[in-house]
């Protein structure tokens, strides 16, 4: 099984409140991969909106984005673009 990981950093003036928390989960349901979100000394399932929303992550907070899976290379790439877009 392949695994892939990333450090990426919220926007200052984003948290990761509803709007973009759907729009990561969203994203990260269209891979096979299993992902799951680190902040705050928390972990959630990529792939669910409440765990992502429990994160608490406010602007600026670091996310460290993991995927294991045949595509969790790009699944972590994608994901991190996504993040860096967020405004």
Known sequence: MRESSELVRLPPSVALH?????????????????IEVCANGKQ?????ILEILGLGADGGSELTISASGDDAAAAVSELAELV???S
């Open 84 to 86: 860096a877009t967020f």
């Open 18 to 34: 509803a709007r973009p928390a759907g729009a990561f989960v969203r994203a990260a349901a269209s891979f096979a991969a299993t």
């Open 44 to 48: 959630a399932n990529g792939k669910s």
